[in-house]
């Protein structure tokens, strides 16, 4: 258990709809990261924030964004969803370590998204 | 861009066979080099970061060495417990923190 908790576990939608999807990360972390797996695109970074704040973007559609709230939490959300959003979507937590850069990242067990 | 390739993409082994995982990558400097395991449905769990060439770490079976082209991941007399996908992941010191990872080794150790 690497203390990263996700919600919901599965995901099952219809195309044209929003989701959210919740991380919690590991007590003490204050950077959050969320990834998407496909099986065609392998593990892809999506967003980064710290403390609230974005700090880091990827290959992040405009149909998607995030959010980290005070409390730490982060959510994903995305909308006008695709077939091809069917994937599984991680959260992953790092604390800070020395010179400003962040230590190994924790993942959480994952979203798994099916558009249908 | 940065790049990962990791190599086999699949690996099969019978129990106590050693055998060894390579993660080639092309970085515009590097800042640390990650390896993770993943079972199927799960969430990718943290093994070893490796920050400089010549460095190695070990843990249990695994070991894992650096060198400024690539990575590799030894897994010495594997159990079938060993069984997962194998990422390597890099964090560039241009790219921020976020991680560029390999498409993974798949190694299924039989008994």
């Known amino acids: 258990d690497s203390g990263v908790t996700q919600t919901p576990k599965h995901l099952i939608t219809a195309t044209g709809q929003r989701v959210t999807l919740r991380c919690s990360p590991r007590?003490?972390?204050?950077?959050v990261y969320w990834y998407q797996q496909s099986l065609d695109q392998g593990l892809q970074f999506l967003i980064q924030?710290?403390?609230?704040?974005?700090?880091a973007k990827g290959n992040i559609l405009e149909r998607f964004s995030a959010q980290q709230f005070p409390d730490l939490h982060s959510e994903l959300n995305l909308s006008s969803l695709e077939l091809g959003d069917s994937a599984l979507y991680f959260c992953?937590?790092?604390?800070?370590?020395?010179?400003?850069?962040?230590?190994?990242?924790?993942f959480g067990p994952g979203t798994r998204l099916t558009v249908l | 861009e940065d790049q990962v390739t990791q190599s086999p993409e699949a690996l099969r082994l019978q129990e106590g066979e050693s055998s060894s995982l390579n993660c080639s990558y092309t970085v515009s400097g590097l800042r640390g080099l990650f390896w993770y395991r993943q079972d199927p449905g799960k969430g990718p769990e943290f093994l070893f970061t490796l920050y400089s060439a010549g460095e190695e770490k070990e843990k249990e079976r695994l070991k894992a060495t650096l060198t400024k082209k690539e990575s590799f991941l030894h897994i010495t007399a594997p159990k079938p417990e060993d069984s997962a996908t194998y990422l390597c992941?890099?964090?560039?010191?241009?790219?921020?923190?976020?991680?560029?990872f390999g498409g993974g080794t798949r190694v299924l150790v039989k008994p």
């Open positions: 924030y710290y403390n609230g704040e974005e700090r």
């Open positions: 007590s003490g972390d204050l950077s």
């Open positions: 992953a937590s790092s604390a800070l370590g020395s010179g400003g850069w962040y230590n190994e990242q924790f």
């Open positions: 992941a890099v964090q560039a010191k241009a790219a921020g923190n976020k991680l560029t």
